[in-house]
């Protein structure tokens, strides 16, 4: 076994992992933080997807001892604070790009990386942004619609506090 410290979601854990521990493994089953799905678990589809030291990786492709020192942040730790959704999470719900879920916490994820590098991409550079993302249920259409929306909200100087941490790391 191995020890290792990190912080998930603002929060310091010291763990024991053993050498072959993939981070999803630890994130769902020693953190009970399943919002993080395994989907194909070769990093193709992106339903993994968290945010580490504000880069956007695959955690089926990490291990766990990798992510020692790491900050990680998963769906679960975007919300506000007083428990109100994240912007881009509230965005994905009146745009629609919500139909069953699988994808979501990864496009969410995802998005906010997007606009933390970018806070004013093109629609293209949106499409770029989660082409390591797959979903069979939307057609990506209304995910990019909701992108756009709190891209949108970003210029015109949104009004919420969570709206601001959209376009930061």
Known sequence: MISITLTVNHQQHTLSVTEEERLID????QLQLTGTKEGCGEGECGACTVIMDGVIVNSCLVLAFQANGKTIETIEGIAGDKGNLHPI?????????????????????????????NPNPSETEIREGISGNLCRCTGYEKIVEAICMVRDQLKEGGDSDDLAQCGKK
């Open 26 to 29: 630890l994130l769902r089953n």
């Open 89 to 117: 999470q509230q965005a994905f719900l009146d745009s629609g790009a919500v139909q069953c879920g699988f994808c979501t916490p990864g496009m969410v994820l995802a998005a906010k990386v997007i606009l933390a590098e």
